[in-house]
T-cell receptor, first 114, second 113 residues
Framework: ETGVTQSPTHLIKTRGQQVTLRCSSQ?????VSWYQQALGQGPQFIFQ???????GRGNFPPRFSGLQFPNYSSELNVNALELDDSALYLC?????????????FGSGTQLSVL | GQNIDQPTEMTATEGAIVQINCTYQ??????LFWYQQHAGEAPTFLSY????GLEEKGRFSSFLSRSKGYSYLLLKELQMKDSASYLC??????????????FGSGTQLTVLP
């Protein structure tokens, strides 16, 4: 069984640039969530995709956008990068929509904005 | 919204027992999770509580009191490898996404020899 994989592991960008982060969900999982984790903080929910549709969003501006593909892999896009966007971006997948289902996290992409 | 509070840091000795507390405020509680996160790694699932009481799983146990908005994670027979951040997270069916988790800031546990 393949776990959640994310790429790249590390990324350095400058303010104003755009970035795309990628995630392959665990085999058999059709729900993908993205979280932002600042240093010393817990993960913060960005949004969730279920069967290619966004079905929930946290308090993040529209410059944070995403996609989910037919194979349930996903992308997180961030436009007009700001210094505060520097964080660990975590992707998590789960088998479906049941609220008692645990999330399986990838190791994340460490984004640094200079 | 939700408020989730947990201690920032804790220290314990190898072989000992440690209890990590978590208090929360939600309008539509729908489950509480504990995750473990080693530095530079993915959070990994430890436990899930939705009803009051104690859930035991090996050296780890988690307790929930919904009326008090309170949970704790109990780690027994501490090992050096248990040094990690422990994240308390809550699901709230009244939030934007009923499936999202709202995390506390984590408790950094250091196990000393």
């Amino acid at each position: 069984e393949t776990g959640v994989t994310q790429s790249p592991t590390h990324l350095i960008k400058t303010r104003g640039q755009q970035v795309t982060l990628r995630c392959s969900s665990q085999s058999g999982h059709n729900t993908v969530s993205w979280y932002q984790q600042a240093l010393g903080q817990g993960p913060q929910f960005i949004f969730q995709y279920y069967r290619e549709e966004e079905n929930g969003r946290g308090n993040f501006p529209p410059r944070f956008s995403g996609l989910q593909f037919p194979n349930y892999s996903s992308e997180l896009n961030v436009n007009a990068l700001e210094l505060d966007d520097s964080a660990l971006y975590l992707c998590a997948s789960s088998p479906g929509e049941a609220t008692n289902e645990k999330l399986f996290f990838g190791s994340g992409t460490q984004l640094s904005v200079l | 919204g939700q408020n989730i509070d947990q201690p920032t840091e804790m220290t314990a000795t190898e072989g000992a027992i440690v209890q990590i507390n978590c208090t929360y405020q939600t309008s539509g509680f729908n489950g509480l999770f504990w995750y473990q996160q080693h530095a530079g790694e993915a959070p990994t699932f430890l436990s899930y509580n939705v009803l009051d009481g104690l859930e035991e799983k090996g050296r780890f146990s988690s307790f929930l009191s919904r009326s008090k908005g309170y949970s704790y994670l109990l780690l027994k027979e501490l090992q050096m490898k248990d040094s990690a951040s422990y994240l308390c997270a809550v699901r709230d069916w009244k939030t934007g996404s009923a499936r999202q988790l709202t995390f506390g800031s984590g408790t950094q546990l250091t196990v000393l020899p």
